[in-house]
């Protein structure tokens, strides 16, 4: 099979049977398509007689007509079995990759790009089960239909038959030449849909930008550029394979002329003893036979050749192990909400130069509101990932509730350490639906509660459906400020002992913004609430703000320490309008 192919029959699972099932009827279908020639020599022989005896004729045809009924009945049974076997195995492998990317850790995720999975969940597979339903169908059928007719044709023809042989190893050569060259355009190809995935992806998520800065006729020029880039490199690929068809054509007509003009000369000069009309007739039936057959695995091996590109990609993903896992036997829980930073140091990559972070080393006690302030590329984000271990440190360690994160259970630590995007997405489906992502078991009080918390509550009951409004894909019915405080609703559902707001309050009002902390601070009072900001005002009443620039610390303390020494912050809050600071 193509190579990797054995990672992926994995998936076959329960549809093993029908897979088999498959080949046996194929198999009887070759075995009848086989004698069904010889049957009808006989036949002609029979008709051609000086004594044509009717009775004999009449049970040829009938015993024809079994074999044809029985072969009509082996293909048929044999098409439904393989499509219900490749289309299940396709289900099984699309659902294997999909769990195997649930386990990726953001590094993985980095490392494929999410256009590049979605084209190997979608493009991908479809062309493995293509390629899987023709192989347990013409794989088996073509070489078994050839070595039957070889068999039966050399059986009454003798010598003749050796013709095929001339014809089946030009034709190997032929398809491994044309494989040969058309596999580099197909792997190019196959990375255009990644390219164009990502296009198409973004421009439908960033369909507002577009229109606002009226910029869909570049979008269109664009994406125009790189269709035609695929539209050429595939030009290219099947110009190559198109090859295929005149080669297999003319070896087709070179066995039609060759058994015309050497088996007529045979018939006549032996006067029908060494070859006679009838088992010429077959001879051409079993030549036309092979020749069928071998085109039709010519285009499984087209269709190999396209698909082989895609069982590597497959294959990449499911021999992809994440880079964070959870230990055995991790800890569960998490004695308090405290973060202790011990010389940490991190970049995304191995290969990078530079480090993101460098010697990061506080301690933030638990129960305490921090405040997290920094230039664009300081390394806000990257610090407060590694809190519930999204990524690993590169150098040093993290300790949340007194034990180093590496430690915990992953989707335990996630849970009671829980991050606030500032980009965190809604999912169809309604307001409430969308808010128990955080606790499926939540009860409708309970949502309640927590949207009450995150300033949603009075928005959500505008709505004429309340907590049962549908949300669009995305949450593109609702407000940018609106979708925020819903995916914080969501985690605070969760009640964790350490809340993460990644600039989640970025999307709302300054007046929003306080009363979204007034209600943390009074309702979660021994929760650990960690706030990137942009505005000094959102965090000044935190105990302790971390001042980043360039991967580490500048400097850190509260609010009013912070102006005393620090003259880039007082700077930054009298811009943002903080007023004055007096000495």
């Known amino acids: 099979m193509i190579k990797g192919g054995k990672n992926i029959l994995g998936s076959l699972r329960e549809y093993k049977t029908l897979s088999l099932l498959t080949v046996f009827f194929i198999i009887l279908e070759a075995v009848f398509n086989a004698l069904i020639p010889f049957i009808t020599a006989q036949l002609i022989n029979n ?3 000086q004594n044509m005896d009717m009775g004999a004729v009449s049970r040829t045809g009938l015993l024809l007509l079994v074999m044809a009924g029985l072969s009509l009945t082996a293909g048929g049974l044999a098409g439904f079995t393989s499509a219900k076997a490749s289309s299940g195995f396709a289900k099984n492998l699309r659902g294997d990759l999909f769990r195997k990317i649930q386990t990726y850790s953001f590094g993985n995720i980095d490392k494929f790009s999410t256009p590049s999975l979605i084209t190997r969940l979608t493009t991908d597979i479809d062309n493995v089960m293509m390629s899987f339903m023709i192989l347990i169908r013409e794989s088996v059928r073509a070489p078994l239909v050839i070595i039957f007719a070889f068999i039966m044709a050399f059986r009454m023809a003798g010598s003749l038959a050796y013709s095929f042989l001339i014809i089946i190893p030009f034709l190997a050569v032929a398809f491994f030449l044309i494989i040969k060259f058309a596999m580099p355009y197909f792997r190019k190809g196959f990375r255009q849909f990644d390219v164009i995935n990502r296009v198409v992806g973004e421009n439908v998520q960033a369909a507002r930008e577009v229109k606002a800065y009226a910029r869909g006729d570049y979008e269109k020029e664009k994406f125009k550029g790189f269709s035609e880039d695929m539209m050429k490199i595939f030009t290219k690929a099947d110009t190559i394979v198109n090859f295929s068809s005149p080669v297999m054509q003319m070896a087709i007509y070179f066995n039609m002329l060759f058994i015309f003009a050497v088996g007529s000369q ?90 993101t972070l460098s010697d990061l080393d506080f301690r933030i006690e638990s129960g305490m509101t921090v405040g997290i302030l920094g230039g664009t590329g300081s390394g806000k984000s990257s610090l407060v990932q590694l809190i519930p271990r999204l990524y690993d440190v590169s150098r040093g360690s993290i300790e949340v509730g007194g034990r180093d994160v590496r430690d915990y259970d992953l989707e335990s630590l996630r849970d009671q350490a829980v991050l606030v995007l500032q980009k965190n997405v809604l999912f169809s489906g309604t307001i409430a639906d969308n808010i128990r992502w955080g606790n499926p078991r939540a009860s409708d009080e309970e949502v309640e509660w927590a949207a009450k918390l995150a300033q949603a509550d009075a928005f959500i009951r505008s709505f004429p459906e309340g907590y049962q409004t549908y949300i669009e894909q995305g949450g593109t019915n609702v407000s940018g400020g609106q979708r925020q405080r819903l995916t914080i609703a969501r985690a605070l559902l969760k009640k964790p002992k350490i809340l993460i707001f990644d600039d989640s309050t970025s999307a709302v009002d300054t007046k929003t913004d306080a009363l979204i902390q007034k209600s943390l601070k009074e309702s979660l009072p021994g929760t650990t609430k960690i706030f990137i900001a942009q505005r000094i005002s959102s965090v000044k009443d935190a105990d302790r703000i971390i001042v980043m620039q360039s991967g580490k610390i500048l400097a850190m303390g509260s609010h009013e320490e912070l102006l005393k020494k620090v003259p880039s912050y007082r700077e930054t809050y009298e811009k943002q309008g903080g007023g004055v600071h007096v000495q």
């Open 266 to 355: 045979m018939v006549v000069s032996s006067g029908g003893v060494d070859l006679n009309v009838g088992q010429m007739s077959a001879m051409l039936t079993y030549g036309m036979q092979i020749m069928i057959q071998l085109m039709f695995l010519s285009m499984v091996f087209v269709l190999l050749t396209m698909s082989a590109e895609s069982v590597r990609r497959i294959n990449e993903i499911l021999a992809e192990e994440s880079s964070l896992h959870s230990p055995e036997g991790g800890a569960k829980e998490l004695a308090d909400g405290s973060v202790a930073f011990h010389r940490v140091s991190f970049k995304y990559s191995e290969e990078a130069e530079a480090y």
């Open 47 to 49: 008709l051609q007689g």
